[in-house]
């Protein structure tokens, strides 16, 4: 069974997972912008790795595009966030990027990336900075819990991520 990871990552946390997956799958990896869309027939399992923004999945127009080359594959989605994996989260997350129909023919899977601030683009940082703002200017006894770690990690990166993490996506492929 051939089978690739393609990833798009901003600030690495995607990256990381996608090389700790394609080696345990001893899979081809490749950044997106590096693939050729033409290729995803010569390989029967297509595993794609985002990050979120704005629970958007960024890069997974790539494997949306090309669900027609795809039909007798196995396909794999996997996003990255700071967010711990909730259902909400992940339904919310899963429901925004695809329709009932592409969510039958995609797995999903959420793996806790990490944040940041530091490594974002310009624009970004400007989105997140507005985001800070706006958290600010909320009581402090209003703020959950996700909402004071976002704050705390504006000074200092945190990183979630753990290979364990990506042991069921592993399994669902090798099943």
């Known amino acids: 069974m051939k089978t690739v990871v393609v990833y798009k990552s901003k600030t690495g946390f995607t990256k990381k997972y996608a090389e700790w997956i394609a080696k345990d799958l001893s899979a081809d990896l490749f950044e997106a912008s590096k693939f050729k869309a033409d290729s995803l027939v010569n390989y029967d399992t297509v595993i794609f790795g985002g990050s979120l923004h704005a629970a958007g999945i960024i890069g997974v127009k790539l494997i949306k595009k090309n669900l ?3 039909k007798d594959k196995k396909v794999v989605v996997f996003s ?3 967010s711990p ?15 009932e129909g592409e969510q039958n023919i995609i797995k999903f899977f959420y793996l806790r ?5 530091s490594k974002l683009k310009s624009v970004d940082k400007v989105l997140m900075t507005m985001m800070k703002w706006k958290l600010k200017r909320k009581k402090k ?3 959950t819990a996700d909402e ?3 704050l705390a990690s504006y000074n200092r990166p945190v990183d979630f991520t753990r290979k364990k993490y990506t042991e069921q996506l592993i399994s669902y492929v090798n099943s």
């Open 113 to 117: 990336g990490g944040f940041d601030y």
């Open 148 to 150: 004071r770690g976002m």
């Open 80 to 82: 990255t966030g700071a």
């Open 85 to 99: 994996a909730r259902m909400e989260v992940l339904n919310e997350v899963k429901n925004r990027n695809f329709t």
């Open 141 to 143: 006894e209003t703020l």
């Open 68 to 70: 027609d080359k795809l």
